[in-house]
């Protein structure tokens, strides 16, 4: 591998899937980086956990599963044990690029993607987490009004090539085994958009988190 292309990316997620919805067009156009993926919660879902890891090999990525509660009710989880839940996952603290979800999400709305956007940057600003670059995905749905479409506007935003994009559905619709008129099949998008930010304080201010000490 060729070391001057190549660089450290974890990519940190609520479920398996989210993955590949928000950033495999990025993952899949950039093979010679060392990624490693994080997929929070449905660790003990043996079918999901199954097409998680065949995605990882399709994508040609190293990973690991959590088991953080997901069920139906979507309490809220205790910030300390999500936050500890990612530290513990990963098999290392320093990166050079975290990519992950944004405290907004990227619907109207998904409790645990919220949260895991939040926890990620607050451990950054903790100190806890080291990266040099931290994107979030963006995206919108206009309050429940279309899907999911990335941002384009003072973003990060690139659309796939139709090779790339077609990788990418392919997964959502064979690996995972969405229907092709599920809501994840139709989201898919041809475009990937992400908030791009170098320290944690920017972060936290353009979503209004409050500050956290640093360690």
Not at 3 to 14: D, Q, T, Y
Request: contains cysteine; charged residues 25%.
């Amino acid at each position: 591998m060729n070391k001057l292309n190549s660089k450290s990316v974890a990519v940190i997620v609520a479920h398996p899937d989210d993955e590949t919805l928000w950033a495999g067009g990025t993952i899949l156009s950039h093979p010679s980086w060392n990624w490693f993926i994080v997929s929070l919660c449905r660790g003990n879902d043996e079918e999901r956990s199954a097409k998680f890891f065949k995605t990882l090999q399709i994508l040609g990525c190293k990973g690991i599963m959590g088991n953080l509660d997901d069920g139906p009710d979507q309490n809220p989880l205790n910030e300390n044990e999500l936050e500890q839940t990612i530290l513990k996952l990963l098999p290392t603290k320093h990166f050079d690029l975290i990519i992950s979800h944004s405290p907004n999400g990227e619907y109207t709305r998904h409790l645990r993607h919220e949260e895991t956007g939040k926890a990620v940057i607050k451990l950054w600003q903790a100190g806890k987490l080291f990266t040099k670059e931290l994107w979030l995905f963006a995206y919108e749905d206009g309050g429940k009004k279309y899907y999911p479409k990335p941002i384009a506007n003072n973003t990060a935003y690139h659309l796939l090539s139709k090779t790339v994009w077609l990788k990418k559905y392919k997964i959502i619709t064979e690996t995972y085994g969405f229907e092709k008129t599920s809501f994840e099949a139709e989201t898919t998008p041809k475009a990937e958009s992400f908030w791009q930010f170098t320290n944690p304080t920017d972060a936290q201010k353009m979503f209004y988190l409050e500050k956290v000490n640093k360690i």
